[in-house]
C-alpha cells in the first residue's frame, strides 16, 4: 500500500461569501473565511449545461450549485484545519450545495463550526479513526471485496463485494470495531480505462487530449506540469512505464514516461519534446477549454466534470461521492482515490478531473458506463505533484500592478498582529466605491509569518468575503472586479507574530 503525501496549495484568489460579525482591532479567535479555493467568473464553456444535465437541474440552479460550492469548499478546509484531531469529515447536501455539513467528535466545536456558516454534526468516531479501519480491512480483504472506503456521512467504513458472508467472517478475525463497519453487496467491478482512439494535427498540449503508449494503449492528458524547464503533463500510472515512448493524438512524436506507479498508486508524468506547447487548459472536441486555477481538493458532494472527446456537450459531471477510496483491479489494488459518479469511458485513463477551475485529478477507472449509472475513480492531484516535485501550469489571475511589494498603492496602512489576531483595515471601519471597478489588496509581512488578506463587501446587515489571498508566505496579491458599495479588508496572522503593511487601490 502506498503512504500519501500532503502538499500545499499555491496563492489564489477566491470568490466566496460568507456573513462576519464585526470585532475589536486585533481581537483573537474570529470567525474568520476559510483559505480559498479559486473560481472563474464564468463557468468553462459547456460545462453550465453539462452540470444542469446531469444533475437534474436548471441552468439557473446549476450556476448557484457552482457558487455554493465556491462559498463553502473554503470553509470546509478551515474548519478541517482548525478542528484538528476532532474532525469527522465534511459534505455538501445537494441538490444545489447550499448546506456544508462538518462532522466532529467534540461537541465544543459546535460553535465554531457555526460561526463559519457550516451545519454541526457530534459524531462517534474521527475521520482518523476511521482511516485505520479502513486501512486494516483493505488490505484483509483486497481479494473479497472490490471497493472499500470511509463514509462520512454514516460514520462509517464501507465495504462493497459481492460475498458479504466470506466478508463479514473475515471482519470478525480483522481485529476493528466491527460497529465502524458496514457491509454492502454490490457488483461494482472498476476497471481500468485505457483504450484506443481518434488523430488530429493541433500540437498544443491539454487536458483530456488522447495520447498513445506503443502501438495500441490510448490514455489521454491529465495536466500540464512543469519540473524546472522541463515540459510535461501528468496522466495515469498504468498507461505506461518509465522509458515508455509516447505519441499525440495526432500520431507526432510526444516524449517519454519518466516516472510511473501502478498498483498501489496510479500516477504518471511524461516529459514532452519542443513540439509541444503545454496549456494551463482542459480541452475537448466541442466545448471549448476550461482554464485551471489551482488545485484545492473539493468536499463530498461537491461537482465535478471530465471532458469527453465528441460529446454533444463535452463534459460528464457528477459528484465527488468518498475520498480517500480503495479499489481492486483486475491488475492490482490502488489505494487513496476518490470516488465520484461522474462516468467514464474507455480512453478516459489519465483524463482532467476538475471542479470548476481547480484540478481535482486522474482519471483511475471505473464502473458502469456513460449509457447506464456508473462510477469513476481518480488519483488525487497533489499526490503525483509531491511525488515528482512538479509544478502544476495554472492560468494567472492576480492584478496585473504586482510589484512584488506594497509600495504604490493609493493607500496603505501598517501594524503588528500575533498569530490567530485580526484586524479590520481601513482602520476598524471600511471605504465606499460608488463605481463598478476593480479592487486591488497587497499585504506584506516578515518572512517565516503567515498572514493572509480578505476583502469583504457589505450586504444587507453583514459583511461577505469577496476575494481573498492566503498562502503560506509573506506576501499576498488579490484583485476584485465589484460593483458600488462598502468594502473592508480582513488581515488575519495565520501564523506567528509579524508587522505587515497594507496597500490597496479602490476603482
Given at each position: 500500500?502506498?503512504?500519501?503525501?500532503?502538499?500545499?496549495?499555491?496563492?489564489?484568489?477566491?470568490?466566496?461569501?460568507?456573513?462576519?460579525?464585526?470585532?475589536?482591532?486585533?481581537?483573537?479567535?474570529?470567525?474568520?473565511?476559510?483559505?480559498?479555493?479559486?473560481?472563474?467568473?464564468?463557468?468553462?464553456?459547456?460545462?453550465?449545461?453539462?452540470?444542469?444535465?446531469?444533475?437534474?437541474?436548471?441552468?439557473?440552479?446549476?450556476?448557484?450549485?457552482?457558487?455554493?460550492?465556491?462559498?463553502?469548499?473554503?470553509?470546509?478546509?478551515?474548519?478541517?484545519?482548525?478542528?484538528?484531531?476532532?474532525?469527522?469529515?465534511?459534505?455538501?447536501?445537494?441538490?444545489?450545495?447550499?448546506?456544508?455539513?462538518?462532522?466532529?467528535?467534540?461537541?465544543?466545536?459546535?460553535?465554531?463550526?457555526?460561526?463559519?456558516?457550516?451545519?454541526?454534526?457530534?459524531?462517534?468516531?474521527?475521520?482518523?479513526?476511521?482511516?485505520?479501519?479502513?486501512?486494516?480491512?483493505?488490505?484483509?480483504?483486497?481479494?473479497?471485496?472490490?471497493?472499500?472506503?470511509?463514509?462520512?456521512?454514516?460514520?462509517?467504513?464501507?465495504?462493497?463485494?459481492?460475498?458479504?458472508?466470506?466478508?463479514?467472517?473475515?471482519?470478525?478475525?480483522?481485529?476493528?470495531?466491527?460497529?465502524?463497519?458496514?457491509?454492502?453487496?454490490?457488483?461494482?467491478?472498476?476497471?481500468?480505462?485505457?483504450?484506443?482512439?481518434?488523430?488530429?494535427?493541433?500540437?498544443?498540449?491539454?487536458?483530456?487530449?488522447?495520447?498513445?503508449?506503443?502501438?495500441?494503449?490510448?490514455?489521454?492528458?491529465?495536466?500540464?506540469?512543469?519540473?524546472?524547464?522541463?515540459?510535461?503533463?501528468?496522466?495515469?500510472?498504468?498507461?505506461?512505464?518509465?522509458?515508455?515512448?509516447?505519441?499525440?493524438?495526432?500520431?507526432?512524436?510526444?516524449?517519454?514516461?519518466?516516472?510511473?506507479?501502478?498498483?498501489?498508486?496510479?500516477?504518471?508524468?511524461?516529459?514532452?519534446?519542443?513540439?509541444?506547447?503545454?496549456?494551463?487548459?482542459?480541452?475537448?472536441?466541442?466545448?471549448?477549454?476550461?482554464?485551471?486555477?489551482?488545485?484545492?481538493?473539493a468536499v463530498v458532494g461537491a461537482s465535478v466534470c471530465l471532458p469527453e472527446s465528441g460529446a454533444t456537450l463535452g463534459w460528464h459531471c457528477g459528484t465527488i461521492q468518498q475520498h480517500d477510496v480503495d479499489v481492486t483491479y483486475p491488475r492490482g489494488v490502488v489505494d487513496h482515490?476518490?470516488?465520484?459518479?461522474?462516468?467514464?469511458?474507455?480512453?478516459?485513463?489519465?483524463?482532467?478531473?476538475?471542479?470548476?477551475?481547480?484540478?481535482?485529478?486522474?482519471?483511475?477507472?471505473?464502473?458502469?458506463?456513460?449509457?447506464?449509472?456508473?462510477?469513476?475513480?481518480?488519483?488525487?492531484?497533489?499526490?503525483?505533484?509531491?511525488?515528482?516535485?512538479?509544478?502544476?501550469?495554472?492560468?494567472?489571475?492576480?492584478?496585473?500592478?504586482?510589484?512584488?511589494?506594497?509600495?504604490?498603492?493609493?493607500?496603505?496602512?501598517?501594524?503588528?498582529?500575533?498569530?490567530?489576531?485580526?484586524?479590520?483595515?481601513?482602520?476598524?471601519?471600511?471605504?465606499?466605491?460608488?463605481?463598478?471597478?476593480?479592487?486591488?489588496?497587497?499585504?506584506?509581512?516578515?518572512?517565516?509569518?503567515?498572514?493572509?488578506?480578505?476583502?469583504?463587501?457589505?450586504?444587507?446587515?453583514?459583511?461577505?468575503?469577496?476575494?481573498?489571498?492566503?498562502?503560506?508566505?509573506?506576501?499576498?496579491?488579490?484583485?476584485?472586479?465589484?460593483?458600488?458599495?462598502?468594502?473592508?479588508?480582513?488581515?488575519?496572522?495565520?501564523?506567528?507574530?509579524?508587522?505587515?503593511?497594507?496597500?490597496?487601490?479602490?476603482?
Amino acid at each position: 500500500m502506498s503512504r500519501r503525501h500532503v502538499i500545499a496549495p499555491g496563492c489564489v484568489l477566491a470568490i466566496t461569501a460568507l456573513t462576519l460579525a464585526v470585532a475589536p482591532a486585533a481581537a483573537t479567535r474570529p470567525a474568520v473565511p476559510a483559505r480559498g479555493a479559486a473560481v472563474s467568473a464564468k463557468p468553462p464553456p459547456g460545462m453550465l449545461e453539462a452540470l444542469a444535465r446531469d444533475f437534474g437541474l436548471t441552468k439557473d440552479e446549476a450556476q448557484i450549485r457552482l457558487l455554493n460550492e465556491a462559498r463553502l469548499t473554503p470553509i470546509e478546509a478551515s474548519l478541517r484545519r482548525r478542528i484538528g484531531d476532532h474532525y469527522a469529515g465534511a459534505w455538501l447536501i445537494p441538490p444545489r450545495a447550499q448546506t456544508l455539513v462538518v462532522a466532529t467528535t467534540d461537541p465544543a466545536d459546535a460553535s465554531l463550526i457555526t460561526a463559519l456558516d457550516a451545519q454541526p454534526l457530534v459524531v462517534g468516531r474521527s475521520l482518523t479513526d476511521l482511516e485505520r479501519v479502513k486501512e486494516k480491512l483493505s488490505q484483509a480483504l483486497a481479494t473479497l471485496s472490490s471497493v472499500r472506503y470511509v463514509d462520512v456521512r454514516t460514520n462509517k467504513v464501507v465495504i462493497l463485494t459481492d460475498n458479504p458472508t466470506a466478508v463479514q467472517k473475515a471482519i470478525k478475525t480483522a481485529n476493528v470495531d466491527q460497529a465502524a463497519v458496514q457491509v454492502t453487496a454490490s457488483t461494482e467491478r472498476p476497471r481500468l480505462l485505457h483504450a484506443d482512439s481518434r488523430a488530429d494535427s493541433e500540437t498544443d498540449l491539454v487536458g483530456g487530449q488522447a495520447y498513445y503508449v506503443g502501438a495500441t494503449t490510448r490514455c489521454s492528458v491529465g495536466f500540464s506540469v512543469t519540473k524546472g524547464a522541463q515540459n510535461g503533463f501528468v496522466s495515469a500510472g498504468h498507461c505506461g512505464k518509465p522509458g515508455s515512448a509516447t505519441v499525440g493524438f495526432n500520431r507526432r512524436p510526444q516524449g517519454a514516461v519518466k516516472g510511473s506507479a501502478f498498483p498501489g498508486d496510479d500516477f504518471s508524468w511524461v516529459a514532452v519534446n519542443n513540439d509541444w506547447t503545454p496549456q494551463p487548459l482542459v480541452g475537448n472536441d466541442t466545448a471549448g477549454t476550461a482554464h485551471v486555477y489551482g488545485a484545492r481538493q473539493a468536499v463530498v458532494g461537491a461537482s465535478v466534470c471530465l471532458p469527453e472527446s465528441g460529446a454533444t456537450l463535452g463534459w460528464h459531471c457528477g459528484t465527488i461521492q468518498q475520498h480517500d477510496v480503495d479499489v481492486t483491479y483486475p491488475r492490482g489494488v490502488v489505494d487513496h482515490l476518490t470516488r465520484t459518479s461522474a462516468c467514464g469511458s474507455p480512453g478516459d485513463s489519465g483524463s482532467s478531473v476538475l471542479s470548476a477551475d481547480q484540478a481535482q485529478g486522474v482519471v483511475s477507472g471505473g464502473s458502469g458506463s456513460c449509457d447506464l449509472a456508473g462510477f469513476t475513480y481518480i488519483q488525487p492531484i497533489r499526490e503525483i505533484l509531491f511525488a515528482y516535485d512538479l509544478t502544476l501550469m495554472t492560468s494567472h489571475t492576480g492584478p496585473v500592478m504586482s510589484t512584488g511589494n506594497c509600495g504604490g498603492y493609493s493607500a496603505t496602512f501598517t501594524g503588528t498582529l500575533k498569530s490567530s489576531q485580526f484586524v479590520y483595515q481601513p482602520r476598524n471601519r471600511h471605504y465606499h466605491s460608488t463605481v463598478n471597478g476593480n479592487h486591488y489588496g497587497c499585504l506584506e509581512s516578515i518572512p517565516g509569518s503567515d498572514l493572509d488578506l480578505y476583502l469583504q463587501k457589505q450586504i444587507g446587515s453583514g459583511w461577505v468575503t469577496v476575494a481573498s489571498s492566503d498562502s503560506s508566505h509573506p506576501f499576498e496579491e488579490l484583485k476584485y472586479t465589484g460593483t458600488p458599495g462598502d468594502y473592508r479588508y480582513l488581515v488575519l496572522a495565520s501564523g506567528g507574530t509579524s508587522t505587515y503593511t497594507l496597500g490597496y487601490t479602490t476603482p
